[in-house]
Antibody, heavy 120, light 111 residues
Framework: QVQLQESGPGLMKPSETLSLTCAVS????????WSWVRQPPGKGLEWIAE???????TYNPSLKSRVTISMDNSNNYLSLRLTSVTAADTAVYYC??????????????WGQGTLVTVSS | EVVLTQSPDTLSLSPGERATLSCRAS???????VAWYRQKPGQAPRLLIY???SRATDIPDRFIGSGSGTDFTLTISRLEPGDSAVYYC????????????FGQGTKLEIK
């Protein structure tokens, strides 16, 4: 069974750079696409970015200028970097695995999420 | 960017009834690129339907995804108390800008 575990700083100050990691166990990280999704408290889901082990990436245009997604194939983890954070970036951040069924879309495994709060 | 609008915002039904959740796209989308999720309080979303109509692992046949073009539906039959949750639809835009978007969610309450 694939398991994903996010880790992050918890509390940050405005203008700082957010760095998150997602440790993947129980499966190879090179078999699927992977995404980061966030959810502000009490609100809906927002997709941030996706990555494949070849280095291919796609970003949400609304965040593209501040976001970098990457993966470490050898150590089985994903990373997300978000610069110049503001209170609007306060959210639970999830990593998720894309289902590997050709021609379809869906995120079949999710981490438990890590809450990041931006406050001065 | 494709906008997904879910309706209704809240749905209150009794056990045993059927729930019909709607997801409307701002432009025609590929049905195989549509997914549905359920999220209970304090938990991560859980995949219910992928590829528009395929049930994810361990999802019972009470959950049916359907639709095409701009209109998609998640039907949940024989409602159980454990079905109380927020349900989200998701799509990926096919083409140069392969952005994923989610609907705003429908809260299903089982009375």
């Amino acid at each position: 069974q694939v398991q994903l575990q996010e880790s992050g700083p918890g509390l940050m100050k405005p203008s700082e750079t957010l760095s998150l990691t997602c440790a993947v166990s129980g499966g190879s990280i090179t078999s699927n696409w992977w995404s980061w999704v966030r959810q502000p408290p009490g609100k809906g889901l927002e997709w941030i970015a996706e990555v494949y082990h070849t280095g291919s990436t796609t970003y949400n245009p609304s965040l593209k200028s501040r976001v970098t997604i990457s993966m470490d194939n050898s150590n089985n983890y994903l990373s997300l970097r978000l610069t110049s954070v503001t209170a609007a970036d306060t959210a639970v951040y999830y990593c998720a695995r894309h289902i590997a069924v050709p021609g379809t879309r869906g995120f079949d495994f999710w981490g438990q999420g890590t809450l990041v709060t931006v406050s001065s | 960017e494709v906008v997904l609008t879910q309706s209704p915002d809240t749905l209150s039904l009794s056990p045993g009834e059927r729930a019909t959740l709607s997801c409307r796209a701002s432009q025609s989308i590929r049905s195989s690129y549509v997914a549905w999720y359920r999220q209970k309080p304090g938990q991560a979303p859980r995949l219910l339907i992928y590829g528009g109509s395929s049930r994810a692992t361990d999802i019972p046949d009470r959950f049916i995804g359907s639709g095409s073009g701009t209109d998609f539906t998640l039907t949940i039959s024989r409602l159980e108390p454990g079905d109380s949750a927020v349900y989200y639809c998701q799509q990926q835009q096919f083409g140069i800008s392969s952005v994923y978007t989610f609907g705003q969610g429908t809260k299903l309450e089982i009375k």
